[in-house]
């Protein structure tokens, strides 16, 4: 919602400024559709050729989320440290081997479905699934189990953050794309030197409609959204890194209600609950 309001805003002051000062929107109108086609069209064709399939995917995908409110939110948080304390709480009752069913079938464990807003989310579970499993396994130690984290969050930071790079790409082409067409129009004008002088300023106007169109495109569109795309990337890492910090803390011998304290601590204050908060959540569950 708030994307199209912004544009909105953006549009209405772009333009309603420019129709104030007595601008001739119908040149900008005409102009439009063909300016449209060259800049987006080899935008886009550039755009594919520069990425990878999955790269491509992912933008997709993440030009999706732009326009959904985000999924990490004080609630789902609340649920997630509820649910590890859950699992820490019956692995330190009855021993770590009482949670290896829970472990390799989470889909019907109750543990996880008695909160399915995380229970159900693939990643998450993976994750939490795959380390309690070597904590269970007793192979490693923390620090071990600490650098393997740390390596798998970031393999996810940079999977998830070659879309925003890509975004990003797109916007600094797309004034370039805006000069070549304003280039091709200058070049049709040259060629029709003999027209009268109210033709070849609509001519000239229309060519400089592809510069203006380039930039707005990109500083108004494609950055924002790359922008946007970023922050959300990084309010999914953030979930990881709570995960992380709560089982580390329990492989240290910390009680459940003492590692999920570790791990709300690393959240964003916006969307982190308080202690108070979290306590009567857990104790509700």
């Known amino acids: ?22 601008g001739n929107i119908g040149v900008i109108l005409h ?3 063909f300016e449209m086609i060259t800049i987006f069209g080899a935008a886009i064709g550039a755009f594919l050729a520069n990425n990878q399939m999955k790269v491509v995917k992912a933008t997709a995908a993440g030009l999706g989320l732009c326009f959904k409110g985000s999924k990490y939110s004080k609630a789902r ?5 509820a649910l590890m304390y859950d699992i820490l709480q019956k692995a330190r009752k009855e021993g ?29 579970t993976e994750f939490i699934t ?12 923390a620090h071990e189990i600490e650098s393997l984290m740390d390596s798998e969050i970031e393999t996810h930071h940079q999977e998830e953050h070659a879309a925003v790079a890509a975004l990003q790409r797109l916007a600094g082409g797309l004034p370039a794309f805006g000069i070549v067409a304003a280039v091709l ?29 380039g930039i707005l495109l990109a500083y108004g569109f494609a950055e924002p959204l790359a922008g946007l795309l970023e922050q959300k990337v990084e309010d999914g ?20 209600q003492v590692a999920i304290e570790f791990g709300r601590k690393v959240l964003f204050s916006g969307d982190r609950p308080s202690f108070s908060e979290l306590e009567g959540h857990v104790k509700k569950k």
Request: glycine fraction near 12%.
């Open 1 to 22: 919602m708030f994307v199209i309001i912004g544009w909105a805003v953006s549009m209405a002051c772009i333009f309603g400024v420019f129709i104030a000062h007595g």
């Open 31 to 33: 102009a439009l559709p």
């Open 77 to 81: 948080y609340m649920e997630l440290l």
């Open 96 to 124: 770590l081997m009482s949670i290896e069913k829970d472990v390799e079938d989470p889909h019907s464990s109750p543990l996880f479905q008695k909160y399915p807003v995380v229970g159900n989310d693939h990643h998450v």
């Open 130 to 141: 795959d380390y309690l499993r070597m904590m269970v396994s007793g192979n490693l130690n």
């Open 185 to 213: 129009g200058v070049v049709n004008t040259m060629g029709s030197v003999g027209q009268p002088p109210a033709v070849l300023g609509g001519m000239i106007g229309s060519a400089l409609v592809g510069t203006f169109l």
């Open 237 to 256: 890492g953030k979930e990881f890194q709570c995960i992380k910090t709560t089982l580390l803390a329990s492989m240290q011998g910390y009680a459940p």
